[in-house]
């Protein structure tokens, strides 16, 4: 394969996101209403084994043999199907073999300097507080991007008792085994009533995922460290441990990933976070230049080696033109621009911020990946401006539309995740998580405005499994995930009896139609054009040669039609 992609669409879904397994997925590919339709599938990463943040936090790279096999793999090559996957740069789960590793063996451990010890990576450049973390020198900790509220850090216990604190970016969860009397019983003079009075206290804290470590433990203060040493030493982890990419065997394990992907039939990999994987004291730690560049151009060389195309994925505001900067290295980049841009077109009736960016794509010749749902959030960030080098640098909208289009996605249902300042104030929205039809209103009609344009954008159309069946927001599976499970709002697991109920409504039938025009139709491999129209319109058209397809569209009304060459002869689609 060269090391390009092609001009087909792209599925994007679990294993288990339609059925039960990947054989399901497979089954429902090969029904006649799905022939044609996907030359792609980007099956995320629960088809390795993993443990939390569905799929992103990475045990190791084998196949997840319960939802997942070999047969199915094969059977999707039969479909001309061909395969991209994750590989998450920045962090390992802390039940990868590495991290289990350093739990068990501590400073002897081979793996000691594979993920980041907090304290020695700032050492010298801070202050170390009463609960034994360094905290940096403001100067350093202002400039930090954070991901979530607090420090970074997972505490974890060595063998020799002593708690060490780790880089943690991403995801974590500690969860302690909850107290029984006779736990106690090594605890000198300790009766079995205060025995009792303290596991009442400790489990019940517990319970309500309070601060072990603030508990008041009244007239029992004297037992509280020998109570809580019996509580730490049983408490288990989730959670995503950042990687130390000084470290040599993080290039040997990265060698042994991309062939392992490569076996498994890959194309295309994603990388999943990579913009933090570079760490320096005195950088923002997202996107650090130039060392980003440099370990991004090193994993190139081994994709290179295995036939592998890159896709960089990078979550930045418009107006620091990451986007371009990665695009100017080669890269193909993520359209998280055309989400919102598409949502704003749709709502407001105005065609002028999607063709700036359509315009833009086409100008510099970017190569993109584009989408409108995913297993992830509706990207606002992305749109905003940028202060860069004491310049505003516009973005694609202003923050008053941005914020008006978050707050009708609210409205609507929808949830929102925000960034935080390592005091744990909120310093900037991130995305909203909302199913794309629910976002739009639960309005069909403008579902299936927002596919076509969608799949008349240059780039290849990478579809969401939910929007295809017009899937509508999960406050129950959100609710039920807790305070982080906002993104389960959009990843409903349809059975076969929802497939087959599906494939009966014209929404869904419909946006199929278009899918497999664009999917085997060789206009989309030519050359693009928008029409000068009035700012409620959208005219695109592809031509190549003799084949052509062309979309008119009223962003008012919501009425469109798709006009295009089959075998010479000229047909419509009225939606």
Request: hydrophobic share 40%; aromatic share 10%; glycine share 6%.
């Amino acid at each position: 394969m060269s090391l390009v992609i092609g001009n087909g669409v792209m599925l994007n879904a679990y294993p288990d996101s339609l059925g039960n397994n990947l054989s399901d997925i497979v089954s429902m590919l090969e029904l006649p209403e799905f022939k044609d339709t996907f030359s792609l599938f980007y099956i995320l990463p629960t088809f390795f084994n993993s443990d939390l943040d569905r799929g992103f936090s990475i045990i190791d790279y084998n196949i997840n043999t319960e939802l997942v096999s070999p047969r199915d793999i094969e059977a999707l090559r039969a479909l001309g199907i061909e395969l991209k996957f994750d590989i998450v740069l920045n962090h390992l789960s802390v039940a990868s073999p590495q991290f289990k590793d350093l739990l068990k063996n501590g400073n002897d451990s081979k793996y000691k300097d594979f993920f980041i010890n907090w304290n020695e990576f700032w050492k010298g450049y801070g202050t170390l507080n009463a609960d034994g973390i360094v905290i940096p020198e403001k100067k350093y900790l202002d400039k930090l991007f954070m991901r979530k509220s607090g420090l970074p850090i997972l505490k974890v216990l060595f063998p020799d008792g002593t708690e060490k604190p780790y880089w943690n970016t991403f995801y974590q969860k500690v969860s302690y085994s909850k107290l029984k009397s006779e736990d106690l019983k090594t605890i000198k003079n300790l009766s079995s009533e205060d025995a009792l009075q303290i596991c009442k206290k400790v489990n019940t804290a517990i319970d309500g995922q309070k601060d072990l470590l603030a508990l008041d433990f009244g007239l029992h203060s004297a037992h509280k460290k020998a109570v809580l040493k019996l509580v730490n030493a049983n408490r288990s982890y989730l959670g995503q441990m950042d990687v130390n990419a000084k470290s040599p065997l993080i290039w040997e394990f990265y060698e042994a990933v991309l062939a392992k992907v490569k076996s498994y039939g890959c194309q295309i990999l994603r990388l999943d976070a990579f913009a933090y994987l570079h760490k320096a004291v005195g950088e923002t730690n997202f996107f650090n230049k130039p060392g980003t560049w440099d370990y991004l151009a090193k994993i190139n060389s081994i994709a290179k080696k295995n036939n592998l195309l890159l896709l960089p994925e990078i979550h930045a505001e418009y107006g620091m033109h990451l986007h371009d900067e990665v695009a100017n290295e080669g890269y193909v980049i993520y359209d998280f621009f055309l989400p919102g841009l598409t949502i704003h077109a749709i709502e407001k009736g105005t065609n002028k911020a999607l063709l700036k960016w359509a315009k833009e794509i086409i100008t510099k010749g970017y190569k993109t990946v584009n989408m409108l749902g995913c297993h992830d959030g509706i990207p606002v960030l992305d749109l905003k401006g940028k202060m860069v080098n004491g310049v505003y640098q516009k973005g694609l909208l202003e923050d008053a539309e941005i914020e008006e289009m978050m707050d009708l996605i609210l409205a609507r249902g929808g949830r929102v995740k925000n960034l935080y300042g390592a005091d744990g104030k909120k310093i900037s929205y991130y995305q909203v998580n909302a199913t794309y039809f629910s976002a739009l209103g639960e309005s069909e009609q403008k579902l299936l405005l927002a596919r076509a344009i969608q799949l008349f954008m240059p780039g290849t159309p990478q579809i969401w499994y939910l929007d295809i069946f017009a899937g509508t927001n999960d406050h129950e599976a959100a609710d039920k995930a807790g305070a982080g499970g906002h993104k389960e709002i959009n990843r409903t697991t349809l059975s076969l009896a929802d497939i087959k109920n599906g494939l009966k409504k014209e929404v869904v039938l419909k946006q199929l139609e278009m899918i497999r025009l664009r999917n085997t139709s060789l206009a989309f491999s030519g050359n693009v054009s928008f029409e000068e129209t009035s700012e409620k319109r959208l005219n695109i058209n592809w031509t190549n040669g003799d084949e052509y397809a062309h979309l008119k569209a009223n962003l008012k009304t919501y009425e469109f039609s798709i006009r295009y060459s089959a075998d010479k002869i000229e047909k419509t689609l009225i939606l």
